[in-house]
């Protein structure tokens, strides 16, 4: 691509200018890469429900204008000084979760929360501190987000933000192992490590939740459980191998975790709450069994706090947090793009609407309302 190589590109991004308005197509010019940096030309991306808690989230707050998206694939347009493990050409797809190989987090299996590379949820490129996003016209500088911004025909991410995948991964299957599918899946392998014969309750059935049922269907779950207020989720989840579903608005005032001790003879063994709800989360880890339940949080919530009785985790209940499901980047995703070319994984079902880049608000009322799973944009169109 030496005809844009070391040159600012011209493009259209959705540019995002307060917690009010929607994002507006803009045009604006993107800088080439820097030291240790990748620009990207962005094939698909995907809203995500972390990219609306973060455009509307007022604590801390956070510089406007900038650019959402994190869940995206794309082609590698041109690379900075420093960087040896991509190329021109390559198919790529960024992530928020940045996995630099260096630092002792990164070195050791027990995390994937890089202490050399911090994750931001919006500001400038993390190692200079500037933005390479300016309004073409004005000049006005636009912020990056979750270190991807991928709501831009062209981005650029620090190279601890880019794993490189098999080229013959379709781009829309790749947009997904950007965040939620390998979010769902690696909950289930990584974090709770899954077993045969066991029993998995999901509350909060979007993608990442049926990723999540996806993962336990490969490992050979006996009874997954889907908790939702939405009666079309257990259908649709059908598909990613949901074998039960609970509906917390038809239980009469019967406790949920009640419920789904009744469901698996004393508690799931595996609870995934995905909701990021405070109450969701409590009623998981009371409805994990005594012993050895295990409820993993996923969803990203407003930080609300949540209470237990003390006697609930001294009979060996366990509670942890799992940020992209426990995934290390480099290594895990390129293992499940593995498994879905050998026909391992069914990830085509999460893609329930496409659309065109135009159309990007469209994307996000879908999200709003709940409505689908997966909406790829194709940012060529």
Known sequence: M??????????????????????????????PPKPWEVRIKILCTSPCH?????????EPPLPFPRILGHEASGIVESVGEEVKEVQEGDLVV??????????????????NICSNIQFQFAGDMVRDGTSRF??????????????????????????????KVHPSIPPEIACLLSCGISTGVGAAWKVANVEAGSTVAIFGL????????????VRGAAKIIGVDINPDKFELGKQFG?????????????????????????????????AGIASLIKEAFLGSRTGWGLTVILGVGQGDSVSFNSFEIITGKMLTGSLLGGVKPKTDIPFFGEKYLEKELR?????????????INKALDLLFQGIGLRCIIRMDG
């Open 50 to 58: 972390t990219d609306l808690t973060f455009w509307k989230l007022k």
């Open 206 to 217: 979007g993608t990442v939740g049926l990723a999540v049922a996806e993962g336990a269907r």
């Open 242 to 274: 949901l074998t039960d579903f609970i509906n917390p608005k038809e239980l009469n005032d019967k406790p949920l975790n009640q419920v789904l001790k009744e469901m698996t003879n004393g508690g799931a063994d595996y609870c995934f709450e995905c």
């Open 347 to 359: 990830l085509e079902g999460f893609i329930t609407h496409e659309l065109n880049f135009q159309d």
């Open 2 to 31: 030496e005809e844009t190589r070391g040159k600012a590109i011209r493009c259209k991004a959705a540019v995002c200018w307060s917690l009010e308005e929607d994002p507006v197509i803009e045009e604006i010019e993107v800088a």
């Open 94 to 111: 960024p992530v928020c979760v940045p996995q630099c190989d260096e630092c002792p987090d990164c070195r050791s299996d027990r995390s």
């Open 134 to 163: 300016t309004i073409a016209q004005t000049r006005q500088v636009v912020y990056h987000s979750m270190g991807v911004s991928s709501f831009s025909q062209y981005t650029v991410v620090d190279v601890a933000n880019v794993v």
